[in-house]
């Protein structure tokens, strides 16, 4: 290196330290930015200051309020016990009012009370029942049978034959029996045509196919007006088989129920020349048994035509006698040649 050249070295070195101080004066204004900060420092402690302003502040916004409502409770609490003995003074005083009108509806009260169970006073519902309870009085006594003259009078009583008057019932006996007897009298006549009874031609209506209607076939078809019918009834015996031992049972049984509640009589001055209605009607009225009644008869052709005018009783043979009938009457009445035919039977 020449000597010029070391010469300039040392005032490039130390021209280097100004570059340096210029580099440093230059830098402050980036250096400056801290002091930029600062004002936003300052903002922040005034949002700090704010914020801590308002949490002051609630304590004191609550002080008065808690004031409030301390004042505004015991303000409440006081006014209500001022209230109250002011509404009960005004109680008695209602009350009081209140007290007049009770006493005037009292006895309108009174009075409607009075009224209404007069009406029922004056109904008479029970001497109805009592008139047929009366009519009802007249029994005999258990097991024996009642003889009664012309005017109803009990004359004297007659025992009865234990076989035919003393046996058990069984429900099951007299059901069976009394549905055969309903069913014996059914006449089973009842008929209807099938299509094969039906008159008319045999010939087919129309053509099978290309008239858009059904194919029908036959005009005596059952769907048709005029046809047979299907499944209806035809002539055929109703009666059910039944032993001759169970049907007399069954007849014992029904008379054994009247004979123990007292409901038999034997009619011993019933004997009439020709018929008479009225005679039969009122020996029974004289006699006032339960309704209706069963009059039987052996070979009295007479007294079977004079009872049979009347709605609340019936007549019937001693061979005809069923256990339908008896069981229907509440009462039998026999005349003296029944009660022999039945009683010794």
């Not at 005034?46 to 301390?70: G, I, L, M, S, V």
């Not at 505004?72 to 007049?100: C, G, I, N, R, S």
């Not at 429900?171 to 014996?184: F, I, P, S």
Request: charged share 30%; with cysteine; net charge positive.
């Amino acid at each position: 290196m020449s000597a010029d050249e070391i010469k300039k070295t040392p005032d490039a070195e130390v021209a280097e330290p100004e570059k340096t101080e210029a580099a440093a004066t230059e830098k402050k204004p980036v250096a400056k930015k801290p002091a930029a900060k600062k004002p936003a420092a300052k903002v922040t402690d005034e949002k700090a200051a704010k914020a801590t302003k308002p949490a002051a502040k609630k304590p004191a916004a609550k002080k008065p309020a808690a004031k409030a409502d301390a004042t505004t409770t015991d303000e409440k609490a006081a006014k209500p016990a001022a209230k109250k003995p002011a509404a009960k003074k005004a109680a008695p005083a209602k009350a009081d009012k209140a007290e007049p009108k009770a006493d005037k509806a009292a006895p309108k009260k009174a009075a409607k009370k009075a009224e209404a169970p007069a009406p029922k006073a004056e109904r008479p519902p029970k001497p109805a029942t009592a008139a047929k309870d009366a009519a009802e009085v007249r029994k005999g006594a258990s097991g024996v049978a009642t003889v009664v003259d012309a005017s109803g009078k009990e004359v004297e009583t007659r025992k009865l034959a234990d076989a035919r008057f003393a046996v058990p019932a069984d429900v099951n006996t007299l059901h069976l029996v009394v549905r055969a007897e309903q069913a014996a009298r059914r006449s089973g006549t009842a008929s209807t045509k099938t299509r094969g009874m039906v008159s008319g031609s045999t010939a087919k209506l129309y053509r099978q196919k290309g008239t858009g209607r059904a194919r029908a076939g036959s005009v005596k078809s059952p769907i048709r007006t005029g046809g047979g019918v299907v499944f209806g009834p035809h002539p055929r015996s109703f009666a059910i088989k039944i032993n001759k031992k169970v049907i007399r049972k069954a007849l014992s049984m029904a008379l054994s129920e009247r004979a123990a509640h007292g409901r038999v009589f034997v009619a011993a001055g019933l004997e009439l020349a020709e018929p008479s209605t009225r005679t039969v009607e009122q020996f029974l009225v004289n006699l006032d048994c339960a309704a209706p009644v069963l009059i039987v008869t052996h070979d009295e052709p007479v007294v079977m035509k004079s009872v049979r005018n009347l709605p609340y009783a019936e007549a019937t043979e001693v061979a005809a006698l069923s256990t339908e009938q008896v069981l229907r009457a509440r009462s039998l009445v026999l005349t003296e040649k029944a009660f022999a035919a039945l009683n010794e039977a």
